[in-house]
């Protein structure tokens, strides 16, 4: 029996209405509505190409772009119900448009496909997040360089293996992740340079026999040149997987950040302190103070990096052109995009929030006879002794030092001279964190004056730089 409700959206060509099954794993509605606002900004620009080009009147076109700004007022309001029947927000839009302008409405798919159409939808979507994701990675930097120049002589405990290494400046630390989140930005610039093509045109794969203007479209939704090959513009998601990589990886920056900041706020270490803003309480334990925004950031790194795995598998096995898998590219990617930038504000506000402990810091810089490399080096430099001797001496003075459970500079000269009697009381001057960090000079060294050099010059672009989010 045919079912007269089914020709709603296919025409003559389908009789029956789709299986109920059919109309779940089929709707992606509930999920691409999110791209309405760019949906809304082709079509006026794919309707006003279309009228200067003559291929429908320039009142169908003035009628098409005001219902559609009453559209958009719609779903701004909260107002529009969207319809899972019909399947995505281009055609709810377009059966929205036809309600309130009539016939005209039917002129706005000329000349385009939906193929063509989520493409240029889904890259509007996703430059506009790399531009709002470069504001808040730069306002992210500028609380981290702040606070690198506020603590730019704060000595803490360097590591590597997690076991204290060398001295640094808590400065210096946080300027570390002023550097990786640079790379981040860097990264997600240079995916926004290349998916910087405009598919609207396209159609469905072949392009199409209308005179259009594809440089004109191109141009009004500021793309730099319409994408070169219909077959590539349609079925591309290289722009997603780019911007998917680029966001795993400062993900992954944040995640490193947040499980410091878990470390730091333990009573063991005691580092830093995070006002009630940023923690949270137990249910149980009246005395704990937990550091859950910091695991939370920690944790959403990988929604990140899975959203990246998976478009990466959708991807994987699919001939030219388009094929319905790739409506599974937007849901993780609309969930990981909005992870990072959560994630972002949350680290942010964490920086700025934070409480350096200066006491605790240095007393852990002190331990672990950190100053031994400052001990080694002194002796390569006063006495023209081989490194590796030098380094061989220095172990077995630590050794001394730590079978009497004291310090290195509280190790005895005459002990140390029992191991090399060339040493004189001149080495006692290098055994402090202090001196150690103001002697490692060298560009991109943890002195003090280097960190507020390049903390201050950071903060000078920063502050400098427009932000287009």
């Known amino acids: 029996m045919t079912d007269k409700t ?48 003559g291929i429908i009147s320039r009142d169908d076109a003035r009628k098409i772009g005001a219902g559609l700004d009453r559209v958009l007022e719609e779903i701004e309001a909260g107002k529009l119900v969207f319809s899972r029947a019909l399947e995505d927000v281009h055609m709810n839009v377009e059966s929205r448009l036809k309600e309130l302008i009539g016939e005209p409405a039917g002129r706005l798919h000329t000349a385009r496909s939906r193929n063509d159409q989520v493409a240029t939808d889904f890259r509007l979507y996703v430059r506009d997040w790399i531009d709002q994701a470069d504001a808040a990675l730069a306002g992210l930097q500028l609380a981290l360089a702040r606070k690198a120049e506020a603590c730019n002589d704060l000595v803490m405990p360097g590591f590597t293996h997690l076991q204290p290494a060398q001295p640094v400046t808590f400065g210096h630390h946080l300027l570390a992740y002023v550097e990786m989140l640079a790379r981040d930005r860097g990264r997600l610039a240079d995916a926004r340079a290349r998916l910087n093509e405009c598919p609207l045109g396209s159609a469905a794969l072949a392009g199409t026999s209308f005179p259009i203007d594809r440089h004109a479209t191109a141009e009004a939704l500021g793309f730099d040149r319409p994408a070169a090959n219909s077959l590539d513009a349609v079925s591309d998601r290289d722009f997603a997987l780019e911007t998917l990589a680029a966001a795993a990886i400062a993900a992954m920056h ?159 000269l005459e002990a140390m001279q029992a191991i090399s009697p060339r040493i004189t009381a001149e080495c006692l001057s290098v055994l402090s964190v202090d001196s150690s960090v103001r002697s490692r000079t060298s560009y991109g060294g943890t002195a003090p004056h280097n960190v507020r050099k390049m903390a201050r010059g950071w903060i000078k672009r920063l502050e400098k730089a427009p932000r287009k989010g």
């Open 6 to 53: 089914a020709n709603k959206m296919w025409g003559g060509r389908f009789s029956m209405s789709p299986a109920e099954v059919m109309e779940e794993i089929n709707a992606s509605i509930g999920f691409d509505k999110a791209l309405a606002p760019q949906d809304i900004r082709a079509s006026k620009a794919h309707a006003a190409m279309l009228a200067a080009q």
């Open 254 to 412: 944040l995640s490193r950040l947040a499980e410091e900041i878990v470390i730091w706020m333990t009573p063991q270490f005691a580092f830093i302190k995070l006002s009630d803003k940023f923690t949270t309480g137990s249910s149980i334990m009246p005395q704990k103070r937990n550091p859950d925004a910091a695991e939370l950031v920690r944790a959403k790194s990988g929604r990140v990096a899975a959203a990246f795995q998976s478009l990466l598998m959708v991807m994987k096995g699919l001939p030219l052109a388009y094929a319905k898998d790739m409506q599974e590219d937007k849901e993780a990617t609309f969930d990981a995009l909005a992870s990072l930038r959560l994630g972002v504000a949350a680290m942010t506000g964490m920086v700025e929030d934070l409480e350096p402990n200066a006491q605790s810091m240095r007393a852990a810089a002190s331990a672990g006879y950190s100053t031994a490399t400052d001990l080694a080096d002194w002796l390569v430099r006063s006495l023209g002794m081989p490194f590796r001797e030098a380094h061989h001496v220095t172990g077995r003075i630590v050794a001394a030092a730590e079978a009497k459970g004291i310090p290195l500079d509280a190790l005895p």
